[in-house]
């Protein structure tokens, strides 16, 4: 019986392509029927919902510097209390409600919130639009987390004011970390601060999936009332992610419909185990598992991060979808940071950048290799291809670089690749040398091979020394990981040549290829 081939890598299951490709990304189509429709019932609605959220507004605006007057929002600040936090709740709260109604929304509250003293915190998701913020109305204006620099908004930067919001200093290199200070603060007060509400996502999304959810609101290892969004409607127009219509355009398609239903969902509070109280990434973990399950969603590795690179790729004309890669499931398996990452993409886009799609064949790889296909390049293709299905997007080639490649360049394999064309020993790789087993490992023609080594001699001094070798290899990581194929290949056809009585002799060759390989734990 033939001997199986063993391949340098597993094929994680854990690192294999998402089920949701794109989570930032609103494709809604309308239908001239549609854009007629909203047309005429916008000439009325339109300036009629205008006027009557302009009214809401400049009394929302009175009623908030009334609450607010000189009273702290940096600093040393106590919660509201008295009478500023009886307008808040009699006042502002109700205004609110007329505000979105106004815009033509009807909300839907299902479940119970419970009170700060049960769930200090209420984690809110999916976050897919700036309409979220009828979240905070429905739940009696608790605090928020919001940027420094919203407090100088005109008008909505006096209304966040009552929220005595937990404010993010950009400009400060303490920011993060005195917010977080300040969270874990308001929530183990006891009940004497309101409810802290945090959208953990930390970015919008288009509701297909939930994707990774930031630390920050489970780093005080408090109960957390999960409350869960969806937007039932016929016609969405109001996603707003990174990949859709602007704002202004889904305001004013908002602004035309009839109405927009939101349902918001209290979910029972979850308690913390001991185990969950101190991984803030475990309760995390948990309670979107929760809300996923409630929402009936699948959950994603994706973060902001994927954005930035999705808008990277953008610039070098790749999809946008090529640099959504679960960013920080990658870094976190692969023990690698957002530059490397970021590198490795402009590799790719080196590589792609002939191909449609943002998907590399196996003839864009050995186009940019200067190599012919072989046996040696196929098996190093298929070992990056990981769903099988002839091309390389940016997320397999990020880890084919990374776990088959990187590694291959240490000092030890990179001798060993070395001594492949230094036949006569003399630590020089001669012309000759080179083309010779070039020629006979991987049909590599004269035109080529010139062009290659002129690349690899650096100095030009007609030979090839070691420290051109490695300089050039850790540069171009897939040919020290290509010679090293090449001599698997070798051994494993020799293994398919021993006798059937004689193949438990290749079982120490076999077990060494375990040993020496880059296999990495799911």
């Known amino acids: 019986m033939p001997s199986q081939r063993v391949f340098a890598l597993p094929m994680q299951q854990s690192l294999l392509l998402p089920a949701v490709i794109n989570p930032f990304v609103q494709d809604t189509q309308l239908s001239k029927a549609t854009i007629i429709k909203f047309f005429l019932q916008g000439i009325i609605l339109v300036p009629l919902r205008a006027i009557l959220i302009s009214l809401v507004l400049m ?30 709740l009699s006042v502002m709260a109700p205004l609110g ?17 419970v009170d700060s003293s049960e769930a200090p915190i209420l984690a809110v998701a999916p976050h897919s639009t700036f309409f979220d913020g009828i979240v905070c109305i429905v739940a009696g204006l608790p605090s928020t987390v919001s940027r420094g620099e919203n407090l100088d908004t005109p008008i909505f930067g006096r209304l966040l004011r009552c929220l005595q919001p937990v404010l993010v200093v950009r ?55 999960p409350v869960i969004m969806r937007y039932p409607n016929k016609i969405d127009t109001v996603t707003w992610t990174w990949q859709g219509f602007k704002s202004g355009t ?10 927009t239903t939101v349902e918001i969902e209290f979910l029972p509070p979850y308690i913390p ?49 090529a640099g959504l890669v679960e960013f920080t499931k990658i870094c976190q398996k692969l023990k690698i940071k957002w530059g490397n990452v970021r590198k490795e993409l402009d590799g790719f886009a080196a590589i792609a950048s002939s191909c449609k799609g943002g998907r590399i064949t196996i003839n864009e790889f050995a186009s940019f290799l200067k190599l012919p296909i072989n046996p040696a390049l196929e098996e190093l293709f298929a070992l990056y291809d990981r769903d099988g299905d002839g091309t390389i997007d940016f ?20 001798r060993m690749a070395f001594q492949l064309f230094d036949t006569d020993e003399d630590e020089k790789i001669t012309r000759e040398e080179f083309t010779a087993l070039l020629r006979s490992a991987l049909g590599v023609s004269e035109l080529n091979m010139a062009k290659l080594f002129k690349e690899i001699d650096a100095d030009g001094s007609g030979f090839i020394s070691f420290n051109e070798f490695q300089a050039f290899a850790m540069n171009h990581p897939e040919y020290a990981k290509l010679f090293t194929t090449y001599l698997e290949l070798q051994r494993y056809q020799a293994i398919q040549e021993v006798k059937p009585g004689e193949l438990h002799l290749s079982g120490s060759c076999e077990n060494q290829e375990d040993s020496t390989s880059d296999k990495k734990e799911d």
């Not at 908030?64 to 808040?88: D, E, H, Q």
């Not at 308001?186 to 004497?192: F, I, L, P, V």
């Not at 889904?250 to 109405?259: D, F």
């Open 59 to 88: 009394v929302s605006w009175l009623v908030a510097v009334i609450i607010t007057f000189n009273y702290p929002i940096k600093g040393a600040v106590a919660p509201m209390t008295g009478w500023r936090r009886v307008m808040c």
């Open 97 to 113: 409600r007329a505000y979105y109604f106004c815009m033509g929304f009807r909300v839907v509250v299902k479940g119970k919130q």
């Open 171 to 225: 400009v400060d290199s303490d920011s993060r970390k005195n917010t977080i200070l300040e969270i874990v603060e308001r929530a183990k007060s006891g009940g004497r601060w309101p409810q802290v509400l945090i959208f953990p996502e930390a970015t919008c999304t288009n509701r297909s999936c939930l994707i990774t959810f930031k630390q920050g609101a489970f780093i005080p290892g408090v109960p957390v009332q």
């Open 250 to 259: 889904l305001l004013l398609l908002t602004l035309c419909q009839l109405y």
């Open 273 to 321: 185990t001991e185990e969950e109280k101190k991984s803030p990434s475990l309760l995390a973990s948990k309670v979107r598992d929760i809300m996923a399950k409630a929402l009936g969603v699948p959950v994603t590795e994706h973060t902001f991060e994927d954005c930035r690179l999705m808008i990277s790729a953008g610039e070098l004309t790749l999809p946008m979808e």
């Open 395 to 414: 997320r397999e080639y990020v880890i084919g670089v990374t776990i088959l490649c990187r590694p291959a360049n240490t000092e030890e394999v990179l």
